[in-house]
């Protein structure tokens, strides 16, 4: 019997429109962020011909306006083992182990998205995904208190939960299911203003961490940002106060380059909002701050190599100069990091020539009608050399702990408790997953050879 499923790649492209939509009514500074980043991508690509037939050919121009990711974070193993099978559903996989609690922020995070090359030129739909560590409470009480709280939630519909089980029985979902599932998986990323604590409960856990209170005193784990990727994130950071909008003092991640690399992410500051605690006497008001916008641009994914060299020249520049909490100090940073930089070659053909970053190949024209009269070279490098075959970067798909803590931090106020004790664990986290993340380098490197191995294929001399 053969079924009319729809594919994993719809059912996400579906879901990443309706969680753009909801919060766009959510939070209405994310719509004026994306409008700005719209026509800055649409100038970007009118002035820079090159760069738009290099990511047609990279597959990334259509799905450019689709393309966001969000974040949100869980409370127990249960509700990310079960996220993880809502995503899986999506055709999203836990990506990479990031640990944030050498930043002093008690989370540890993977990141869900497609991993195969076409799903992803589909729609790259990501969410980084936090799972909070309740054993940075040291009070013993307390902990047990925000334990109990969360183990009386249940953040998935039962409507949701019920598709999940008939789409992992048949293997798939039919046209009314999926739109159905979609709708009931939205409701665990809407945001509520009602706590379902009292005010005094808050307070207590807001001083462990206010991270804590955010995720434990909800029923759900509201989407937390939404955000779009900008072709000039500087062009965009500079018009973002025009559009009354104020971002934060430092773009996170790898100065301005002519060549980019990885991701550059800047953020606007979370919003205070109304919220209702509970009270012995009805409703008692007030304010949490949780939900904020921000906007990434995305470069070319690095080799072991080439990321050993990324987070030396960053450590380096850190320590010649920081930036307070107040934004001072940004621009001697901004100076340092450029002047680290200069050691990071900036051009497509030393990087790859000295293995620092991953890149999709490509037959052109003329090398395809090489090929027909039997001329070419089977040897990558001398096709390249001969205009038989190009190169173009693959895009870095996945999060930087370093950059995800700052734009953890903007959103915290400064007495957030730090326990430098606290260590990463994969395997914990893992184990609570119900399953392992996949390796995001092996995933860049087969995307690499995979191409490699088309191109060759396209190009091998059809005539002697
Ligand atoms: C996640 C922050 C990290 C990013 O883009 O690095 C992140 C959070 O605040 O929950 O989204
Ligand atoms: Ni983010």
Request: aromatic share 8%.
């Given at each position: 019997?053969?079924?009319?499923?729809?594919?994993?790649?719809?059912?996400?492209?579906?879901?990443?429109?309706?969680?753009?939509?909801?919060?766009?009514?959510?939070?209405?500074?994310?719509?004026?962020?994306?409008?700005?980043?719209?026509?800055?991508?649409?100038?970007?690509?009118?002035?820079?011909?090159?760069?738009?037939?290099?990511?047609?050919?990279?597959?990334?121009?259509?799905?450019?306006?689709?393309?966001?990711?969000?974040?949100?974070?869980?409370?127990?193993?249960?509700?990310?083992?079960?996220?993880?099978?809502?995503?899986?559903?999506?055709?999203?996989?836990?990506?990479?182990?990031?640990?944030?609690?050498?930043?002093?922020?008690?989370?540890?995070?993977?990141?869900?998205?497609?991993?195969?090359?076409?799903?992803?030129?589909?729609?790259?739909?990501?969410?980084?995904?936090?799972?909070?560590?309740l054993?940075?409470i040291?009070?013993e009480s307390l902990r047990r208190e925000a334990e109990d709280?969360?183990?009386?939630?249940?953040?998935?519909?039962?409507?949701?939960?019920?598709?999940?089980?008939?789409?992992?029985?048949?293997?798939?979902?039919?046209?009314?299911?999926?739109?159905?599932?979609?709708?009931?998986?939205?409701?665990?990323?809407?945001?509520?203003?009602?706590?379902?604590?009292?005010?005094?409960?808050?307070?207590?856990?807001?001083?462990?961490?206010?991270?804590?209170?955010?995720?434990?005193?909800?029923?759900?784990?509201?989407?937390?940002?939404?955000?779009?990727?900008?072709?000039?994130?500087?062009?965009?950071?500079?018009?973002?106060?025009?559009?009354?909008?104020?971002?934060?003092?430092?773009?996170?991640?790898?100065?301005?380059?002519?060549?980019?690399?990885?991701?550059?992410?800047?953020?606007?500051?979370?919003?205070?909002?109304?919220?209702?605690?509970?009270?012995?006497?009805?409703?008692?008001?007030?304010?949490?701050?949780?939900?904020?916008?921000?906007?990434?641009?995305?470069?070319?994914?690095?080799?072991?190599?080439?990321?050993?060299?990324?987070?030396?020249?960053?450590?380096?520049?850190?320590?010649?100069?920081?930036?307070?909490?107040?934004?001072?100090?940004?621009?001697?940073?901004?100076?340092?990091?450029?002047?680290?930089?200069?050691?990071?070659?900036?051009?497509?053909?030393?990087?790859?020539?000295?293995?620092?970053?991953?890149?999709?190949?490509?037959?052109?024209?003329?090398?395809?009608?090489?090929?027909?009269?039997?001329?070419?070279?089977?040897?990558?490098?001398?096709?390249?050399?001969?205009?038989?075959?190009?190169?173009?970067?693959?895009?870095?798909?996945?999060?930087?702990?370093?950059?995800?803590?700052?734009?953890?931090?903007?959103?915290?106020?400064?007495?957030?408790?730090?326990?430098?004790?606290?260590?990463?664990?994969?395997?914990?986290?893992?184990?609570?997953?119900?399953?392992?993340?996949?390796?995001?380098?092996?995933?860049?490197?087969?995307?690499?050879?995979?191409?490699?191995?088309?191109?060759?294929?396209?190009?091998?001399?059809?005539?002697?």
């Open positions: 019997m053969t079924r009319n499923f729809v594919s994993s790649d719809d059912i996400r492209s579906r879901f990443s429109r309706a969680m753009s939509a909801m919060y766009r009514s959510e939070v209405p500074q994310y719509g004026t962020l994306v409008e700005l980043v719209e026509e800055i991508n649409d100038l970007r690509l009118r002035d820079d011909p090159d760069l738009a037939a290099s990511l047609e050919r990279s597959g990334e121009l259509s799905r450019l306006s689709e393309e966001r990711h969000g974040a949100i974070r869980l409370g127990t193993p249960g509700e990310l083992a079960t996220i993880a099978r809502v995503f899986a559903v999506m055709g999203m996989h836990p990506v990479g182990y990031y640990d944030l609690s050498v930043a002093g922020i008690p989370v540890h995070s993977t990141a869900f998205r497609p991993i195969d090359p076409a799903a992803l030129s589909k729609n790259p739909f990501r969410i980084f995904t936090s799972l909070l560590r054993d940075w040291e009070d709280i969360l183990s009386r939630r249940s953040i998935f519909t039962e409507g949701a939960l019920a598709l999940l089980d008939k789409a992992e029985q048949d293997g798939g979902l039919g046209e009314a299911d999926a739109e159905r599932f979609v709708q009931e998986a939205l409701e665990t990323f809407r945001w509520h203003e009602a706590a379902t604590v009292d005010r005094a409960t808050y307070e207590r856990l807001a001083k462990a961490h206010r991270l804590i209170a955010d995720v434990v005193c909800f029923r759900g784990p509201h989407i937390n940002h939404l955000t779009p990727r900008t072709l000039d994130i500087d062009a965009v950071q500079a018009m973002m106060p025009q559009r009354g909008i104020s971002p934060k003092a430092v773009i996170e991640g790898p100065p301005r380059r002519l060549c980019p690399i990885l991701l550059r992410q800047t953020s606007f500051k979370a919003l205070e909002e109304a919220i209702a605690f509970q009270g012995q006497n009805g409703a008692e008001d007030g304010t949490h701050t949780a939900r904020f916008g921000e906007i990434e641009q995305r470069g070319i994914a690095l080799t072991p190599k080439g990321r050993a060299l990324y987070d030396k020249l960053l450590n380096e520049a850190r320590s010649d100069a920081s930036v307070a909490a107040s934004g001072e100090g940004a621009s001697d940073y901004e100076t340092a990091l450029t002047h680290r930089f200069t050691d990071f070659p900036d051009n497509w053909t030393s990087m790859r020539a000295e293995g620092l970053a991953y890149f999709h190949y490509t037959p052109t024209q003329s090398g395809l009608d090489r090929a027909e009269s039997g001329e070419t070279s089977t040897d990558p490098d001398a096709l390249i050399e001969a205009g038989d075959l190009t190169f173009d970067p693959i895009v870095y798909e996945d999060f930087l702990p370093v950059s995800a803590a700052g734009i953890f931090q903007s959103n915290l106020s400064s007495d957030a408790q730090t326990n430098a004790s606290a260590k990463g664990s994969k395997p914990a986290f893992e184990a609570a997953l119900s399953r392992a993340v996949h390796d995001e380098t092996s995933l860049y490197a087969k995307a690499e050879e995979a191409s490699i191995a088309s191109a060759l294929s396209a190009l091998a001399p059809r005539r002697r």
